[in-house]
């Protein structure tokens, strides 16, 4: 990309430079001044007049025409050489916006992430992960604190739980001390009808 650029550049310095050099060779003296000078000096004075040869009048005629026709000749291949350059440097400017067009799509492609058969920029991805980072660790505070509620709730049953077996083994022992002694009542309550009969 960065060679293309160069390339432009140079060619539009090339026209600059050879716009500059032109009008630098139309700032200086031309043949035809030359020869229009030349044509002054050599003419007589008379009366306050040039009086001018008039062969040297139409080979100055002559001149004139013959270098007007070198400069259209020279425009016309300036103006060529220019439309060259103006569709060499479109050309470029083409090429390079296709280039920069090229390397958009690639840095896109770079800087894009598959993730789960979908493409996510770089910054997107790193949101989403951080996101579900979050909700998991939300997740597993929510889960913790239940777990440490549950927790706390099975130890509480499993103590009353354990008072209540100490009742009731407290209440079988006492029953079944009862029962004895309900039996032992009974047993001589049977011994004394023996007895009396």
Known sequence: MSNKFYIVAAFVMASVFQMNAQNDSIASTTPIQDEFSALIQESNNYQGYKVVDYDKLIELRNSTRNYISDLKEE?????????????EIEKLKSDLKTTQDDLKRVSEEKDALMFLGMPFSK????GMMWGIVGALIVILLILFFRFKSSNAATKDAQQKLSETEKEFDAYRTKALEKEQRLGRMLQDEKNKASGNL
């Open 75 to 87: 425009i016309i291949q300036h103006k060529n050489t220019l439309d060259q350059q103006n569709d």
């Open 123 to 126: 910054g997107g991805y790193k």
